[in-house]
Nanobody, 116 residues
Framework: QVQLDESGGGLVQPGGSLRLSCTPS????????MGWYRQAPGKQRELVAT???????QYADSVKGRFTFSRDNAKNTVYLQMNSLKPEDTAVYFC??????????WGQGTQVTVSS
């Protein structure tokens, strides 16, 4: 079982920025991919960004050019830098980690609210 510890959500005005962090309980090298998903009230959970450990990152069209996925191997942490935030980005954001050997894991979720 891999636990994913998220942080960094909060309330921000439109046009503002937030950075989400996610630290797995195992080495990030044990995970084949990591990513971020979000779920707004009344909507299904959707992909925001996903990155394979050896490959490029994919982004949802709605966040391209505004959000950036990154990883710090030394800190065993992945990040989601969110810039130019819009009210429609309001959602609970979930960190996800996938291992072909260990399974599929989710963080507890962190609330992001974009409002003036």
């Amino acid at each position: 079982q891999v636990q994913l510890d998220e942080s960094g959500g909060g309330l921000v005005q439109p046009g503002g920025s937030l950075r989400l962090s996610c630290t797995p309980s195992e080495s990030i090298f044990s995970l084949d991919s990591m990513g971020w998903y979000r779920q707004a009230p009344g909507k299904q959970r959707e992909l925001v960004a996903t990155s394979r450990s050896w490959g490029s990152t994919q982004y949802a069209d709605s966040v391209k050019g505004r959000f950036t996925f990154s990883r710090d191997n030394a800190k065993n942490t992945v990040y989601l830098q969110m810039n130019s935030l819009k009210p429609e980005d309001t959602a609970v954001y979930f960190c996800n980690g996938v291992s072909g050997r260990l399974g599929n894991f989710w963080g507890q979720g962190t609330q992001v609210t974009v409002s003036s």
